[in-house]
């Protein structure tokens, strides 16, 4: 079994971050899991003072811009970067896969057919990086793992909760029928390929970065990926640390997107997410 860990980046004020990015690795929960969570213990060991350890969960955006928990009055710059130097530094040193997938946010109202709601439009611009990301993680284990199946783990967000859950359920076969006739007529390419997904199984399950240590590997993943993504400043610090483990270039599933973008824009159902 894998699990795989996914967390968003890029959902603030859409002129700042018009990127909104789905990364996140692949654990195998046999060999890995253990290992993976006491190193995460051992950095806050190293990083955060006995008296401040209670509850500490490492937050890229917060440790970045020194809010929260890692307030700059506290914390100096230059020690918050070590702290994201050594989450980052995560994936390759166990070696673990990472995926993500991009969308424009901007371009999201041209793929609709109508006007949407800016809840409706932040969703879609979820669901599109979701399912690059998803895709890859597919592809991946089909590769790699010949007798294993994944299961996904996602940061909680009421807002896109329901959604994910849906595309992931018609993505696998399993979606109630009226949505799941969005995707008979798809038959193109990948969609042949992958659809109905066969190794990432159940539904998605969610839950918070303290209930879910692994999931602050996929917060760094996210942020550092969203920050080299817009070429924000000390971005190549913490991707390259990362950039190794990528397996895929978000080109490679550009053609998927674009027949995805394809199904969106004649979507009766989108509302209903």
Not at 90 to 99: E, G, H, S, T
């Amino acid at each position: 079994m894998r699990l795989i860990y996914l967390d968003e980046a890029g959902i603030s004020n859409l002129t700042q971050e018009p990127l909104l990015v789905v990364a996140g690795v692949a654990v195998d929960a046999d060999r890995q899991f253990k290992q993976i969570e006491a190193f995460l213990d051992e950095l806050i060991e190293k990083h955060v003072p006995k008296e401040k350890r209670d509850g500490c969960v490492f937050h890229a955006m917060d440790i970045f811009h020194g809010t929260k928990r890692f307030d700059r009055k506290n914390w100096s710059f230059e020690k918050r970067l070590q702290i994201l130097d050594d989450l980052a530094a995560i994936p390759q040193k166990f070696d673990l896969p990472v995926c993500y997938g991009v969308t424009d946010r901007p371009s999201i109202p041209g793929l609709l057919s109508k006007p949407a709601s800016p809840n409706l439009i932040e969703i879609i611009a979820h669901g599109h990086a979701f399912f690059k990301f998803l895709m890859q993680m597919e592809l991946m284990l089909r590769a790699t793992a010949k007798d294993e199946v994944g299961m996904l783990i996602a940061e909680d967000r009421d807002r896109v909760r329901k959604a994910l859950k849906m595309a992931h359920a018609m993505f696998r076969g399993r979606a109630p029928d009226a949505y799941q006739r969005e995707w008979e007529d798809v038959e193109e390419g990948l969609f042949k390929v992958l659809l109905p997904l066969d190794r990432i199984v159940e539904t998605v399950h969610f839950a918070q970065k303290g209930e879910s240590s692994l999931l602050q590997v996929a917060d760094i993943c996210a942020f550092a990926i969203k920050r080299h993504c817009m070429q924000a400043s000390h971005s190549d610090r913490l991707y390259n640390r990362l950039r190794d483990q990528l397996i895929f270039t978000p080109d490679v599933m550009d053609p998927f997107a674009r027949e995805m973008a394809k199904v969106v824009s004649s979507s009766r159902r989108t509302e209903g997410l």
